[in-house]
C-alpha cells in the first residue's frame, strides 16, 4: 500500500494539500508573508500522531465493547532553537473519562497503541523519544515522561 499527498501551491505563502479527497490548508503567518489561511506544516506531524493513536484507542475499545464518555488527546512537540528546527521530542496526554471498571483496558489500550499499533508513533520513535501520560477521570494513572532521559541542552541545539 502507498499514501500519496498532492500540493499545490496558492500563491504568497499558501499551499493546498489533498489527502485521500480531503484538502489541508497550510499557510504562514502574516509576518512570515502569508495571510494565515491555514496552520503552518509541522504541527500537522502532532496532529498524526493524535489521531493514530486516538483512533487505535477508539477501535480498540470499542472491538471489546467497551466506550469512553469523553476523550481527548493532547500532543506537544519540543523545537530546537536552531536550523533545521525540528521536534526534538514529543508527549502525549490521554485524557479519558468513563466507567472506573474500564480503566485499566484504556490504559491497557493505549500502551498497546504506543508499544505495537501506531505507525506514526514508531516512525517519530526512530527519531526522537516520544513519551506518554494518561489521566483517566482526572486522575492521573501512568507517566513515563520521566524515565526518558532528554537531554534539554540538545533543545537548543
Given at each position: 500500500?502507498?499514501?500519496?499527498?498532492?500540493?499545490?501551491?496558492?500563491?504568497?505563502?499558501?499551499?493546498?494539500?489533498?489527502?485521500?479527497?480531503?484538502?489541508?490548508?497550510?499557510?504562514?503567518?502574516?509576518?512570515?508573508?502569508?495571510?494565515?489561511?491555514?496552520?503552518?506544516?509541522?504541527?500537522?506531524?502532532?496532529?498524526?500522531?493524535?489521531?493514530?493513536?486516538?483512533?487505535?484507542?477508539?477501535?480498540?475499545?470499542?472491538?471489546?465493547?467497551?466506550?469512553?464518555?469523553?476523550?481527548?488527546?493532547?500532543?506537544?512537540?519540543?523545537?530546537?532553537?536552531?536550523?533545521?528546527m525540528q521536534y526534538n521530542n514529543i508527549h502525549v496526554v490521554y485524557e479519558a473519562?468513563?466507567?472506573?471498571?474500564?480503566?485499566?483496558?484504556?490504559l491497557r489500550v493505549i500502551n498497546r497503541s504506543q508499544e505495537d499499533i501506531c505507525?506514526?508513533?514508531?516512525?517519530?520513535?526512530?527519531?526522537?523519544?516520544?513519551?506518554?501520560?494518561?489521566?483517566?477521570?482526572?486522575?492521573?494513572?501512568?507517566?513515563?515522561?520521566?524515565?526518558?532521559?532528554?537531554?534539554?541542552?540538545?533543545?537548543?541545539?
Amino acid at each position: 500500500m502507498k499514501h500519496e499527498v498532492n500540493t499545490q501551491w496558492m500563491g504568497k505563502m499558501q499551499f493546498n494539500s489533498l489527502v485521500n479527497d480531503h484538502v489541508i490548508v497550510m499557510d504562514a503567518p502574516e509576518r512570515a508573508g502569508g495571510e494565515d489561511l491555514g496552520t503552518i506544516p509541522k504541527p500537522l506531524v502532532l496532529t498524526a500522531l493524535s489521531g493514530c493513536t486516538g483512533m487505535d484507542v477508539v477501535a480498540l475499545l470499542r472491538k471489546e465493547g467497551k466506550t469512553l464518555g469523553n476523550f481527548n488527546v493532547t500532543v506537544s512537540g519540543e523545537l530546537t532553537k536552531s536550523a533545521p528546527m525540528q521536534y526534538n521530542n514529543i508527549h502525549v496526554v490521554y485524557e479519558a473519562e468513563g466507567d472506573s471498571a474500564i480503566e485499566s483496558d484504556v490504559l491497557r489500550v493505549i500502551n498497546r497503541s504506543q508499544e505495537d499499533i501506531c505507525g506514526v508513533s514508531a516512525m517519530l520513535k526512530k527519531a526522537m523519544p516520544v513519551t506518554w501520560e494518561v489521566w483517566f477521570n482526572k486522575v492521573e494513572i501512568f507517566n513515563n515522561l520521566h524515565s526518558f532521559k532528554i537531554n534539554h541542552n540538545d533543545i537548543g541545539n
